[in-house]
C-alpha cells in the first residue's frame, strides 16, 4: 500500500477510537449538546417576547426564535471545541501519543481522528438542537438547497473550530487548562449578531461585532434558513472558516511535531 492509501487507512482507525470513547464516556456529549438547548430554552421563552419585539415588524417570541436559532448553533459548536481540546490534551499528558510514536501509524491520522470524530459529534448536536428549536416553534422558510448551503456553512465552521481547539489542546499543559482554552469562543455570537442586532449596539461594540468571525456566518445561516438577503456574507464568512481551518492545522501539525 502506498503512503496515501496507509494514512487513510490509519485515520479511520482513529475516527473509530473516538467515536468508541464518546459512546464510553457519554456524559461530555450529553452535556454538550444540553446546554445549548438550555441557552435556546431561556433565551427563547423568558427573553424571546421582549427580545422578539425589539426585531420589529411584529416580532415577538415567534420571530425571536427565527432569529436566535444561529447564534446558539454556533455557541453549540464553540462548546463542542472545549471536549475536543480535553481530549487531545489527555492524550498528549497520559502517554497514548507517544505510544502512537513507537508504531507504524500516519502521525496525521492521529489528530485526523479528533477532527472527524468531533465534527460528527457536533453535527449530530445541532440536528438535535434544531429538531428541539423546530419543537418549540422555529419555523424555517429554506428550501433543500438552502438546507444543504447552510448544512455545508455549519460543516465548514465546526471543522474550523476543531483544528483549533486541537492546536489548543496540543499547547495546553494539562486537560484542566484544556477545559478553559476554547471558552472566549462561546462568548462571540453574544458579542456579534448571534442574540440582538449589531445596530442597537454602541459604537465601539458595535464595531467589533460587525467584523468579528462569528457575525457574517450567523447572517449566513440567518439568511439561508429564513430567505433573507445574505448580501456578501456568504464570501465573507467562507473566508473566515477556510483561514482559521488552514491557520490551525499549520499551528497543530507544528505543535504535535514538536512535541
Not at 490509519?10 to 454538550?32: C, E, N
Not at 440536528?127 to 438546507?147: C, E, K, N, Q, S
Request: hydrophobic share 50%.
Amino acid at each position: 500500500m502506498n503512503t496515501l492509501t496507509l494514512a487513510v487507512r490509519d485515520s479511520r482507525t482513529m475516527v473509530g477510537r473516538q467515536l468508541k470513547r464518546l459512546i464510553r464516556y457519554p456524559s461530555m456529549t450529553v452535556q454538550l449538546i444540553i446546554t445549548p438547548v438550555i441557552i435556546l430554552l431561556l433565551f427563547v421563552y423568558v427573553l424571546g417576547g421582549t427580545l422578539g419585539t425589539g426585531l420589529g415588524h411584529g416580532g415577538g417570541r415567534d420571530a425571536y426564535i427565527n432569529y436566535v436559532l444561529p447564534g446558539i448553533l454556533l455557541m453549540a459548536v464553540a462548546t463542542g471545541a472545549t471536549g475536543t481540546a480535553v481530549m487531545v490534551a489527555t492524550d498528549m499528558t497520559e502517554g497514548i501519543i507517544a505510544r502512537f510514536r513507537t508504531m507504524r501509524i500516519s502521525r496525521a491520522s492521529v489528530l485526523t481522528g479528533h477532527v472527524v470524530a468531533a465534527v460528527i459529534q457536533q453535527l449530530l448536536g445541532m440536528t438535535v438542537l434544531i429538531a428541539i428549536a423546530l419543537a418549540i416553534g422555529f419555523r424555517p422558510h429554506a428550501t433543500f438547497t438552502d438546507w444543504l448551503a447552510a448544512t455545508a456553512m455549519l460543516t465548514l465552521f465546526a471543522l474550523a473550530i476543531t483544528w483549533l481547539s486541537v492546536a489548543l489542546g496540543l499547547k495546553s499543559s494539562t486537560p484542566e487548562a484544556a477545559s478553559n482554552a476554547p471558552m472566549p469562543l462561546v462568548l462571540l455570537p453574544f458579542l456579534g449578531s448571534g442574540f440582538v442586532p449589531t445596530d442597537s449596539m454602541p459604537t465601539a461594540l458595535r464595531w467589533f461585532a460587525q467584523y468579528q468571525p462569528f457575525t457574517p456566518i450567523m447572517q449566513t445561516i440567518r439568511g439561508l434558513l429564513t430567505n433573507t438577503p445574505i448580501g456578501d456574507n456568504a464570501a465573507i464568512a467562507t473566508a473566515w472558516c477556510t483561514a482559521i481551518a488552514a491557520l490551525s492545522y499549520l499551528w497543530a501539525k507544528h505543535t504535535f511535531n514538536k512535541a
